[in-house]
């Protein structure tokens, strides 16, 4: 299982592009990169998956370079319910059987 | 809205005692995940279970155990209780065997 690893915590400011990044440098070739939110006290959502270059949904964008030895979510005009912990996972999508988490990314959006 | 549902919300019991949390997994999802986040923690993988099946153990203590039932439920059975088992846990559910998670809202237990 690819270890991840992520800042602890970012700032940011309300309208600014926020971008968070992961690096998995033994990420292997089934290997699906995932990303998740979470709100305190809630569970987990989903935000985006990857395999290479960019990934975009209504919610973020997921960049991935061609070594994919690290990816990077990227949410566009953060506002304050942005505030959250985010997670970066890596694995194989049929695979994910033990589903790590790590300690993920806490962003702080101020006004 | 996921789909999971957790029950209770909110338990508190004494050191020693033994609980039972329940989940009810989305429509349709064969795989069911346990989480426990402490205070200010992570998302600590407990385990998982497929269409009735343990297909994955992560950090479970020996005083844990669960199961998935026919109808698909799962049920964490934690016993013998000690105060640094107050966390939140989740549960969480997906089609197959991985893919997309649907996390419940969780089980705050509260040991004192």
């Known amino acids: 299982l690819a270890k991840t690893t992520q800042p602890i915590s970012m700032d940011s400011y309300e309208g600014q592009e926020v971008n968070i990044t992961c690096s998995h440098n033994?990420?292997?070739?089934?290997?699906?990169i995932t990303w998740y939110q979470q709100f305190p006290s809630q569970g987990p959502r989903f935000i985006i998956q990857?395999?290479?270059t960019k990934v975009t949904n209504e919610v973020a964008s997921l960049f991935i370079p061609a070594d994919r030895k690290s990816s990077t979510l990227s949410l566009p005009r953060v506002s304050l319910s942005d505030t959250a912990v985010y997670y970066c996972?890596?694995?194989?999508?049929?695979?994910?059987?033990?589903?790590?988490f790590g300690s993920g990314t806490k962003l702080n959006v101020k006004p | 809205d996921s789909g999971v549902t957790q029950t209770p919300k909110h338990l508190i019991t004494a050191t020693g005692q033994r609980v039972t949390l329940r989940c009810s997994p989305r429509?349709?999802?064969?795989?069911v995940y346990w989480y426990q986040q402490s205070l200010d923690q992570g998302l600590q993988f407990l385990i998982q279970?497929?269409?009735?099946?343990?297909?994955a153990k992560g950090n479970i203590l020996e005083r844990f155990s669960a199961q998935q039932f026919p109808d698909l439920h799962s049920e964490l059975n934690l016993s013998s209780l000690e105060l640094g088992d107050s966390a939140l846990y989740f549960c969480?559910?997906?089609?197959?065997?991985?893919?997309?998670?649907?996390f419940g809202e969780g089980s705050r237990l509260t040991v004192l």
């Open positions: 969480a559910s997906s089609v197959a065997s991985a893919g997309e998670l649907f």
């Open positions: 033994n990420i292997a070739t089934n290997d699906y």
């Open positions: 990857g395999y290479k």
């Open positions: 996972l890596v694995g194989e999508t049929y695979n994910f059987n033990k589903f790590y």
């Open positions: 429509s349709g999802d064969l795989s």
């Open positions: 279970y497929y269409n009735g099946e343990e297909r």
